[in-house]
């Protein structure tokens, strides 16, 4: 079978003494990949090519095949964090870990589960500040608050200090304003991201949580309002927890070591 090419450039470039041994051993480590029968092929280089934990996507997957993607991922890596998990599935991967001595744990909240070999990840000195509008947002933060965690950084959290009762938010904000980075998760009609963009100096991402209903509900309108800002924001997808806390995450360990 022929070599990978990515690998193949790895091992010419150390061949022609173009990197050292320690480069070329971190390289073909960052482009692992293994198969798991016939149903996935997991990539176990992604922590040292792209420096994100691994995360998989519980939704849509039978309980058996994604207990064994889950450990594998944390047996190879030391750790994995299970996104969008249901109580089936919940039940599959902890049995499954625990009989090969590896932690799996539940965060209801945010249906999440944290696969663990024991290591704490290491902290990388970013902070990530979380606001929500509503207590209906909470889920989607705590999403985000976990995968911030696992890439390293402190995360603080204000939460149900929406636009609709705004002098909440002013003394929400000031045990905030060291973070590198916020992340703002807003439902409804979507306000609060903007209000918070234009109140401090940092980067802001707005999340669209799935709530609010009738005409652009489930979080279209909120979408709708953040992508509109007159405020400088991004803004990911609906219930995009994950792609806000790895984003926020990436920003706030690059403000921490400028």
């Known amino acids: 079978m022929p070599l990978n090419p990515a690998l193949n450039d790895v091992l010419a470039r150390y061949k022609n003494g173009e990197i050292s041994l320690k480069d070329t051993a971190e390289a073909i480590e960052g482009l692992r990949l293994e198969r798991l029968g016939e149903f996935a092929c997991i990539d176990l280089g992604r922590a040292v090519r792209c420096g994100l934990p691994e995360v998989v996507l519980g939704e849509g997957k039978e309980p058996a095949q994604l207990a064994e993607i889950a450990v594998r991922h944390a047996e190879a890596t030391g750790r994995c964090v299970v996104t969008r998990v249901n109580h089936e599935q919940v039940a599959q991967v902890q049995e499954h870990a625990r009989r090969i001595g590896i932690t799996a744990e539940y965060r209801e909240g945010a249906r999440v589960l944290v696969l663990s070999k024991g290591a704490a990840p290491n902290l990388t000195g970013g902070i990530v500040a979380i606001i929500t509008a509503g207590t209906s947002d909470i889920r989607v933060a705590e999403e985000a608050k976990i995968i911030a965690e696992e890439m390293g950084c402190v995360v603080r959290t204000a939460y149900d200090v929406g636009a609709a009762g705004i002098h909440r938010l002013f003394p929400a904000l000031k045990p905030l304003l ?35 209903y009738g005409y652009m509900g489930e979080g279209r309108a909120a979408l709708a309002s953040m992508l509109q800002s007159c405020s400088v924001i991004a803004v990911v997808n609906i219930d995009a927890g994950f792609t806000a806390g790895a984003f926020a995450a990436r920003i706030a360990t690059m403000g921490a070591h400028p």
Not at 196 to 205: F, N, T, W
């Open 178 to 212: 060291d973070a590198h980075a916020f992340i703002v998760c807003a439902g409804r009609e979507g306000t609060l991201p903007a209000i918070v963009a234009g109140l401090v100096d940092k980067p802001v991402i707005g999340v669209p949580v799935s709530t609010g």
